[in-house]
């Protein structure tokens, strides 16, 4: 128990995907402006991540290895990672139309994307298990969610503050990104993988 | 002429990384030395060159409605063709890419070049501008390694070249000094650009005060 609870701490803050290991960085610039559309973006990449990694792990282990094609794993990840997005879309439109008011837009955005493939990427290298990728996957997922929010946070706040001309908008977002990341440089070390 | 114009166009006026902002991923995650850097930059050009030319010599057979996926399809299996040729030949190189070399296929700036351009351009116009644009992605690459093995490190291309006297801030080499380099050279490409347009006004005015 206490191993699947360090994996999913260890994906989640240690090792963040934003600000450690530099995934999703079009997401976190573009989206953390605001921080309700960062909130909502996160829930979907989790859910979204979880769903997608166990997906291409059964197809890895059950079509991949057997038939010998390991090789074509990126190829086959993408699309099948794109084609699943698009579905749970459509289901979702179909039958939860106020979710999908809500979400529908993240959902295709987030589509392809390299948090979403990387974290089967870090699976297959890991060699993980069925569960133990899942509670990667759903930790990559939180740490993803907390950066998020966390940033989109501190952007409303830099709104009403005066920076220099020259460091607006993106700029000064990339020096704050670092800021949070060296605050995250603090975990580093603290759970050994 | 028309076509060193697509070429150039690439290098500093759409520059990928610094006026585009997109595939900002590997340009902090790869870019902590330079010989990983430059590694990065040449097989993303590899791979934008070849996916161009495909899709431009596609362009009138592929339906407008399946076209991403196709374009995802012809990328992922150009990137899985320079992986396997990284592993056979840089089998260091390839390690260290490590998984960002199989992200490649979801950089923004291949899908968007193919879409933008390739997409309505002829063949070799569609390669040039892959190849300016990849031009463009390794010079940038070059510049944030450089900037940050130089300080970081105080070598280039692992060759020592500041002096046991220089104790390096290691912290340029983590994570969060890529996040701050970045922010600081769009800083400066900003002022650069700011004083230009200053200089130009002022030139302006003057011409006009003589008349």
């Known amino acids: 128990m206490s191993e699947y609870f360090l994996l999913f701490m260890g994906a989640a803050i240690v090792n963040n995907f934003v600000l450690t290991r530099y995934l999703g960085l079009c997401i976190f610039f573009g989206v953390s402006k605001n921080f309700h559309a960062s909130s909502s973006m996160g829930l979907a990449i989790i859910s979204i991540m979880t769903m997608s990694s166990m997906l291409t792990w059964t197809i890895e282990h059950f079509i991949l290895l057997p038939l010998g094609l390991y090789f074509l794993k990126t190829i086959v990840f993408v699309v099948v990672i794109a084609v699943f997005v698009q579905i749970l879309e459509m289901v979702i439109k179909k039958f939860m139309p106020t979710l999908y008011n809500v979400w529908g837009i993240y959902l295709l955005l987030v589509a392809t994307n390299c948090v979403i493939l990387g974290v089967p990427l870090i699976n297959a290298e890991a060699n993980y298990n069925f569960l133990k990728s899942t509670v990667n996957a759903l930790g990559s997922g939180t740490g993803f969610a907390i950066a998020l929010i966390l940033f989109a946070s501190l952007r409303e706040k830099l709104q009403f503050s005066d920076v220099p001309k020259s460091i607006e908008g993106l700029g000064i ?6 800021m949070l990341a060296l605050a995250f440089q ?3 070390g603290m759970i050994p993988l | 002429m028309n076509l060193w114009k697509e070429f150039t166009k690439g290098l500093i006026d759409e520059n990928p990384i610094f006026r585009l902002a997109l595939s900002l991923c590997p340009a902090l995650a790869v870019t902590s030395n330079v010989y990983n850097a430059l590694g990065m930059g040449l097989t993303v050009m590899f791979v934008i060159t070849c996916n161009n030319m495909i899709v431009s010599t596609f362009r009138n057979v592929i ?13 992922a299996t150009i990137v899985t063709v320079a992986m396997l040729t990284l592993e056979a030949f840089f089998p260091i190189l390839f390690k260290e890419l490590g998984i960002y070399l199989a992200l490649v296929v979801v950089f923004a700036i291949i899908l968007a070049r193919a879409e933008v351009f390739a997409a309505k351009n002829k063949v070799i116009p569609s390669m040039i501008d892959g190849l300016g644009m990849g031009a463009g992605f390794t010079l940038g690459m070059l ?5 940050r093995e130089m300080i970081g490190n105080g070598s280039f291309m ?15 080499i983590l ?23 200053q200089k130009k006004e002022k030139s302006e005015i003057a011409a006009g005060g003589t008349i």
Not at chain 1, 173 to 178: D, K, R
Not at chain 2, 158 to 172: A, F, R, T
Request: net charge positive.
């Open chain 1, 186 to 188: 603090g975990f580093s």
């Open chain 1, 173 to 178: 977002a990339f020096i704050l990104a670092g």
């Open chain 2, 158 to 172: 692992g060759y020592q070249i500041l002096g046991s006297w220089y104790q390096p801030p290691l912290i340029v």
């Open chain 2, 143 to 147: 510049v944030i390694g450089t900037i």
């Open chain 2, 63 to 75: 339906h407008p409605k399946v076209r991403v996926p196709v374009y995802i399809i012809s990328i």
């Open chain 2, 175 to 197: 994570a969060p000094g890529g996040f701050i380099v970045i922010g600081f050279i769009i800083g400066f490409m900003n002022l650069s650009e700011e004083r230009k347009k």
